[in-house]
């Protein structure tokens, strides 16, 4: 991946990343984020990636953690959310009903109509404001976890522009960004 804007210090990386070499050092966190000391205007980066990460068990901190919530917004996340998914007790279905409110009730935009904090983003679910993907995963982040359904948000790029047949390489642009 060749990166030409800094993004602070996170790096953007495949998913299970088991080492990165570029322009580092490079740290990353319990929760897989890479990250680098060193901001730069443009890095290369390759990256190894793990097939099969080992499952573990998340410690009862962890789960908290997944589950937190504003405590100022969080009546107002889970009137939202009971709304939603109603009387369903599966956490597989409650997300799959909140994912299908966000694709059948919001319109993508990347203009909006609103502040990025706790009040704009409960305003956003609940006036269903046109938004774009940044937004949506933290609404339904919130959501999820207004629902007993531990969620966290992450962010990467999705591309499908190949400039390397043989060495399977890809353009990641910013406007790949999700």
């Given at each position: 991946?060749?990166?030409?804007?800094?993004?602070?210090?996170?790096?953007?990386?495949?998913?299970?990343?088991?080492?990165?070499?570029?322009?580092?050092?490079?740290?990353?966190?319990?929760?897989?984020?890479?990250?680098?000391?060193?901001?730069?205007?443009?890095?290369?980066?390759?990256?190894?990636?793990?097939?099969?990460?080992?499952?573990?068990?998340?410690?009862?901190?962890?789960?908290?953690?997944?589950?937190?919530?504003?405590?100022?917004?969080?009546?107002?996340?889970?009137?939202?959310?009971?709304?939603?998914?109603?009387?369903?007790?599966s956490p597989f279905r409650k997300a799959a009903m909140v994912e299908s409110y966000f694709q059948n009730n919001f319109e993508y935009s990347l203009s909006v109509g609103f502040?990025?904090?706790n009040a704009g983003i409960v305003r956003m679910i609940r006036n269903r404001e046109a938004a774009y993907c940044s937004y949506f995963a933290t609404a339904m982040t919130l959501l999820l976890r207004a629902e007993g359904i531990p969620a966290r948000v992450t962010t990467g790029f999705k591309t499908y522009e190949k400039i390397d047949q043989r060495k399977n390489k890809f353009l990641a642009r910013v406007m790949d960004a999700h």
């Open positions: 991946m060749t990166m030409f804007a800094p993004l602070e210090k996170i790096i953007p990386s495949i998913p299970r990343i088991s080492a990165a070499q570029g322009a580092g050092p490079f740290v990353k966190n319990d929760d897989g984020i890479v990250f680098t000391e060193n901001k730069q205007r443009m890095r290369k980066l390759k990256f190894s990636q793990s097939i099969l990460s080992p499952m573990r068990t998340m410690t009862a901190e962890e789960v908290a953690g997944y589950l937190a919530l504003p405590d100022t917004i969080a009546p107002e996340l889970r009137e939202l959310s009971d709304s939603i998914v109603g009387g369903e007790t502040r990025a904090d």
